[in-house]
């Protein structure tokens, strides 16, 4: 078998001195980068967009009498009904 190459502490130094200069480049040059340009608004359905109005007004009307604990539950759509969970899940996301 052959021996494992050993390396002095100054390398080892000198190779930690690299990687945290190279890191710190890098957060520099993440920290400089702009910011990425916001999503567009998806466009919502007319029957998203009235049912996303309704739970708003159900939630208002929750928090006026006391009752916004954070918890507010729904019965399912009707069969062959319109499937808006998505855009709730889009609208409501923003709030956290």
């Given at each position: 078998m052959s021996k494992?190459?050993?390396m002095s502490r100054r390398t080892?130094?000198?190779a930690w001195a690299?990687?945290?200069?190279?890191?710190?480049?890098?957060t520099a040059a993440l920290n400089a980068s702009p910011a990425p340009d916001p999503q567009p608004e998806k466009?919502?359905?007319a029957?998203?967009?009235?049912y996303i109005a309704d739970i708003e007004k159900q939630l208002a009307?929750?928090?006026?009498e006391g009752k916004d604990d954070g918890m507010l539950s729904f019965t399912r759509s009707p069969v062959?009904?319109?499937?808006?969970?998505g855009e709730i899940?889009?609208?409501?996301?923003?709030d956290r």
């Open positions: 494992p190459l050993r080892w130094g000198a690299v990687l945290c200069a190279a890191a710190i480049a890098a466009s919502v359905s029957e998203c967009a009235e009307k929750a928090k006026q062959g009904a319109y499937d808006c969970s899940l889009d609208h409501f996301s923003a």
